[in-house]
């Protein structure tokens, strides 16, 4: 099969079409003929050399992607030969072929393209446990997302939005901040030219926090969280070393928390996808809410797709189209 690997450490330009094996299904997995891929920052960070695979990980970058499944490994029974899904992977998705739990597969919502489908379980997954398994949202409080036009961001506000909270958002030029207000924020900030921490604080403060910049952020995130307010910290784009002041956490009773995806146990991010199906995929289904596309690739063009992302230019999601007509 065709696949795109990283050849050493490095920029875009590391990223190189291959001839790779074809992957079998194990117990309780599914090979998937994968149309699109989804594109994203953890296979930057892997291209670079800050984010390696779990062990037993394919080595070849890509978290998510849809097509059809063309395998079905024992103990399987969710699935058949022929079933048009969206999955989680372990890596391996920029390839013709991927295998991953059949746990971690999702079927492709009502009326929506393999294209669309395929950025859902990364940024899905990563949203949904993070802001509300982890960070406990809840209708009317005050929810600031950082990053607004990112697809995880994207994705944030219109999830936060759906289940009722007052949505306040920050991203970097006028075009994204018009994106964000556009998916339901009820307040965009530019942070060329405003401070979130006073506009947040004459709010009343952010019940929840979703970070994904670190470095400055984090101090000035506690200061714009309101009392028993709560930070969760899913990425750096800035450093992640700080210096902060923990007493403000135990006088305001502040809570910091934060998760990664990748590294977690296949049985949680099964648990994460049965509550995904239960309460987020009738809202796909019914056309409530969807990804923000940005653009697609070829897969033999994988390293313009990583330039578009590493320049911050994009609003929403980029994919990678692998084996689509």
């Not at 390696?52 to 059809?68: F, H, Q, V």
């Not at 990112?150 to 944030?156: F, K, L, R, V």
Request: hydrophobic letters at 45%.
């Amino acid at each position: 099969m065709r696949a795109v690997e990283i050849t050493k450490a490095g920029g875009p330009e590391v990223l190189k079409l291959c001839e790779r094996a074809m992957p079998e299904a194990g117990h309780a997995d599914v090979v998937i003929k994968v149309a699109y891929a989804g594109v994203n920052r953890p296979d930057a960070l892997q291209r670079a050399g800050l984010y390696a695979p779990p062990p037993n990980a394919s080595d070849l970058p890509g978290l998510e992607a849809a097509g059809e499944i063309v395998a079905i490994g024992a103990g399987v029974s969710e699935w058949t030969v022929g079933d048009q899904v969206c999955a989680l992977l372990p890596g391996g998705g920029y390839a013709e072929f991927v295998a991953t739990p059949a746990a971690h597969c999702l079927p492709v919502p009502d009326g929506m393209g393999l294209k669309e489908a395929a950025c859902l379980p990364e940024t899905y997954f990563t949203v949904f446990s993070n802001v509300f398994q982890r960070g406990g949202l809840k209708a009317g409080e005050r929810f600031l997302v950082h990053g607004g036009s990112s697809g995880i961001g994207t994705t944030a506000i219109q999830l936060g939005k759906l289940f009722g909270a007052r949505v306040f958002t920050t991203a970097g030029s006028e075009a994204k901040c018009a994106a964000c207000l556009s998916l339901g924020a009820e307040r965009a900030i530019n942070y060329r030219e405003e401070d979130f921490v006073e506009i947040l604080r004459a709010e009343g403060g952010a019940d929840l926090i979703l970070d994904m910049v670190g470095g400055n952020y984090l101090p000035r995130n506690v200061n714009a969280l309101a009392d028993d307010g709560r930070l969760v910290q899913i990425a750096f784009l800035q450093r992640p070393k700080v210096e902060l002041n923990f007493a403000q956490l135990m006088m305001r009773r502040l809570t910091i928390t934060g998760s990664t995806l990748r590294p977690q146990s296949d049985l949680a991010k099964a648990r994460i996808a049965q509550a995904l199906f239960g309460q987020v995929w009738p809202l796909l289904n019914a056309g409530r809410l969807g990804p923000v596309m940005d653009s697609t690739f070829d897969l033999a063009d994988a390293a313009d797709a990583h330039v578009r992302m590493e320049s911050s230019g994009h609003i929403g999601k980029i994919v990678l189209n692998v084996g689509a007509s």
